[in-house]
């Protein structure tokens, strides 16, 4: 599929960077990251040349799943500041010509928002916005789904009587679509922050918040009954609507996060045509190091990798690309070398990032290569699916060494730890305690360290980004798979006369190729290509036809 280049949307030209905001940056010493936080720091990512951020939700929330949990949609949460901060940072972004996305959570609310408390009452005009059921006749849940965060997905409530369907952690009930008035109180949230200015948003996983019917479902080893919900027509439905009704009357844009997707479902989601969402993040190549489910992890294989990487490419119109976001561990840590390469691995993997067709989504941190925490115990984490994780894999006796393991490879806090700023205590984020553990390598790996250092990996960003700006061959040229192996990973992009080919090693060997071309970008001190490839070298070279 290819994108006409001079027909481009600002989205398409953008690279966003998303912000985790109880992580990126403190400004009042709580040791838990703000909105005044983001703004004094407006400068580092203006300067890193990144034209939209995308807010992790900063709405008020109990903050059982850190704000994916939301009690009031049109308020923020106070460890976050305040509705004044957040239209100052909204200003002060578009000063620098940046524009902000925020988090649509609307498959669930928080059990703490009005609506649910309201709706606990089964003689409630609410009690509908919630799924509530019976238990099955003899007792147990009224059907054998099963959740996302490795729990049951019911949760009986006394009060009421009957039960209510959560996907995720009980705090986090899921909303009824079939329900008319709930996607009306949608709309009114979208506009209201649309009107504030904001850009768009990225839709938390959007395409599960139809429910088909509440059968038994077909059972699996994990999300029985997801047959019932993912992407099926009645999403379709409501996402046209929120375009036709909504979106289509703003300059903005949406980004879908969807979960359990087929190249085909993807692509029904995300094509223009159909006028539903612009972009959606697939997690096909994120599945690529497991066996099932993310904590089976298998041995990471560029060649499978790469693949799926060009499936996608493929598969839709306008690709949301991405490594790294607040659910995956670390992209150097897991798919390079987080040692004795660090430094070239994590400039490999920024050209892999910044030189795919589509809209490059970054994550805090990824720009100067943070890693995986580096945590002993079950005891440092904080995130709800990692503790329920683990109560799952006890109650089937496997041993705390091996839960240990499987949790400390995968589990969501890899990529939360806090950013790295400086060296100092505190990393330069915050000047308390911070709520959760900060990289002991805080001390080698931060930003100050980077500024200092023209061959650091932040660097290296930001000449990649201006590259990528200068060059629509990068943003919109076709992508075309040239090699895929366990050792590298080759693929051409052009467009019209432009051919650029990249070449990147998975590899701590030396290598050798026949490629050639006149070198634009290497991750190496090289002015000319001559075949030998380093260890997780990667290098753009311009073929001149
Ligand atoms: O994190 C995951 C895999 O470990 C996913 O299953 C994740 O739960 C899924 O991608 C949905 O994620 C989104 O919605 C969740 C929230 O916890 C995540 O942080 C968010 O990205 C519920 O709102």
């Known amino acids: 599929m290819s994108v006409l280049a001079g027909e481009l949307k600002w989205w398409q030209q953008e690279i966003v960077y998303q912000i985790y905001p109880r992580s990126f940056q403190d400004s009042d010493g709580d040791g838990v990251g703000d909105i005044r936080g983001i703004i004094s720091r407006l400068d580092y ?86 799924i509530w059921r019976d238990g099955r006749e003899g007792g147990g849940n009224p059907n054998n789904w099963t959740s996302f965060f490795g729990e049951d997905c019911w949760f009986y409530d006394e009060k009421s009587g009957q039960y209510y369907l959560h996907l995720f952690a009980k705090g986090q009930p899921d909303l009824n679509y079939h329900n008319p008035a709930v996607l009306e109180e949608i709309k009114s949230i979208m506009r209201f922050w649309l009107d504030r200015g904001i850009a768009g948003f990225r839709c938390d996983v959007i ?48 980004v879908g996060e969807t979960v359990f997707v087929t190249p085909k479902m993807g692509q029904d989601l995300c094509d223009p045509e159909r006028r539903e969402l612009d972009m959606i993040f697939s997690f096909e190549h994120m599945e690529t190091d497991q066996f099932i489910v993310k904590w089976f992890k298998r041995r990471f294989h560029a060649g499978r990798f790469g693949k799926v990487i060009e499936r996608w490419q493929q598969a839709v119109y306008w690709p949301a690309v991405y490594l790294e976001n607040h659910d995956q561990p670390r992209s150097v840590s897991r798919f390079a070398d987080d040692q004795l390469y660090w430094r070239e691995s994590a400039k490999m993997l920024a050209v892999l990032l910044l030189t795919q067709r589509g809209t490059p989504f970054m994550f805090q941190g990824e720009e100067i290569g943070m890693t995986n925490f580096d945590f002993n115990s079950l005891e440092q984490l904080q995130d709800v699916e990692s503790h329920n994780i683990d109560r799952l894999l006890r109650r089937f006796h496997v041993p705390a060494g091996i839960r240990w393991r499987m949790l400390k490879r995968t ?101 050798r190729i026949s490629y050639r071309g006149d070198m634009i970008v290497s991750n190496y001190d090289r002015q000319t290509f001559d075949g030998k490839l380093s260890p997780y070298e990667a290098a753009i070279l311009e073929i001149i036809m």
Not at 52 to 75: F, R, T
Not at 241 to 254: G, H, I, Q
Not at 487 to 508: K, P, Q, T, W
Request: proline share 4%; with cysteine.
């Open 411 to 511: 589990s969501r806090d890899n990529a939360r730890t806090p950013v790295q700023w400086s060296r100092e205590a505190g990393a330069g984020f915050t000047s308390g305690k911070p709520w959760l553990g900060i990289n002991k390598n805080h001390n080698k790996i931060n930003v100050a360290a980077q500024e200092q250092d023209e061959e650091s990996v932040l660097n290296f960003y930001r000449c990649l980004i201006g590259l990528r700006k200068q060059r629509e061959v990068l943003i919109a040229g076709d992508f075309k798979l040239i090699e895929a192996k366990r050792s590298r990973i080759v693929y051409e992009r052009s467009l019209g006369h432009e051919r650029m080919l990249i070449i990147l090693s998975f590899s701590d060997k030396p290598q």
């Open 207 to 254: 395409n599960i918040i139809f429910k088909d019917s509440l059968e038994d479902g077909r059972r699996r080893l994990i999300l029985t009954g997801s047959e019932h919900y993912i992407s099926r027509p009645g999403t379709h439905e409501i996402l046209q609507k929120l375009r036709s009704e909504v979106l289509d009357n703003y300059d903005c844009f949406t």
């Open 45 to 130: 990512l203006s300067k890193l040349g990144v034209g939209v951020l995308w807010l992790s939700p900063v709405y008020k929330s109990p903050q059982v799943d850190n704000g994916y949990d939301i009690s009031d949609y049109c308020d923020i949460h106070e460890e976050y500041g305040t509705m004044a901060d957040m239209d100052e940072l909204i200003a002060q972004a578009a000063e620098r010509g940046i524009r902000v996305i925020m988090d649509l959570v609307i498959n669930h609310t928080s059990d703490q928002h009005p609506w649910f408390i309201e709706s606990r009452d089964p003689a409630s005009p609410k009690r509908d916005y919630y």
